[in-house]
């Protein structure tokens, strides 16, 4: 079975930094692009940042340019999103997904890991 | 960016009738390589989102065939023909064509 599954998320400080993780299983893991998106407490979603196969090219959002950075391990089939500097606006679930119909879409999706910012 | 705008933002339906929502973007999706990269998501209470419909009318794998998507340019339908119970939830689109990627604000599927 395809999987996501992601990890790391918490309660941090304004301020804080906090590293997020997203474990792939059943699924040729260095053959697509990933993406992490975020979605507020009763809100919709966002879009945060992707990372093509090789790991050469990443792209954010501009709210998160400069604070957060996205990585991935082929080897270990993971892929890491390292946030700094957090606000209380990245308050969400953070999502990790794939793209393995190559349609410019998310086509697996993790369950998501919770990041709650506040003092 | 560009900005997707669905209506409506709520849909009462009753079960077994139609549903349809719009999603209108601020500028054309066609892409330079020809495709529309216009996705439709569902998010049932307390899950994750899932993929229903990519490049605009595809239909994702097991995804029901009373999912359909369609539209050109700017404007874009996701059509239920039949809506049952479980297709209760929100449902967002999404647009690819230009970076970033952007999604509509969602419209909550109800039952009547």
């Known amino acids: 079975e395809e999987q996501l599954v992601e990890s790391g998320g918490g309660l941090v400080q304004p301020g804080g930094s906090l590293r997020l993780s997203c474990a792939a299983s059943g699924l040729s893991f260095s053959s697509y692009w990933m993406n992490w998106i975020r979605q507020a407490p009763g809100k919709g979603l966002e879009w945060v940042a992707n990372i093509n196969e090789e790991g050469s090219e990443k792209k954010y959002v501009d709210s998160v340019k400069g604070r957060f950075t996205i990585s991935r391990d082929n080897a270990k089939n993971s892929v890491t999103l390292q946030m700094n500097s957090l606000r209380a606006d990245d308050t969400a679930v953070y999502y990790c997904?794939?793209?393995?119909?190559?349609?410019?879409?998310?086509?697996?999706w993790g369950k998501g890991t919770t990041v709650i910012v506040s003092a | 960016d560009i900005v997707m705008t669905q209506t409506p933002l709520s849909s009462p339906v009753t079960l077994g009738q139609p549903a349809s929502i719009s999603c209108r973007s601020s500028q054309s999706l066609v892409h330079s390589d020809g495709n529309i990269y216009l996705t439709w998501l569902q998010q049932r209470p307390g899950q994750p989102p899932r993929l229903l419909i990519y490049?605009?009318?595809n239909r994702f794998s097991g995804v029901p065939d009373r999912f359909s998507g369609s539209g050109a340019g700017t404007d874009f339908t996701l059509k239920i023909t039949r809506v049952e119970a479980e297709d209760v939830g929100v449902y967002y689109c999404?647009?690819?064509?230009?970076?970033?990627?952007?999604f509509g604000q969602g419209t909550k599927l109800e039952i009547k």
């Open positions: 999404m647009q690819a064509a230009q970076f970033p990627p952007t």
């Open positions: 490049k605009n009318s």
């Open positions: 997904g794939t793209d393995k119909v190559r349609g410019g879409t998310v086509d697996i």
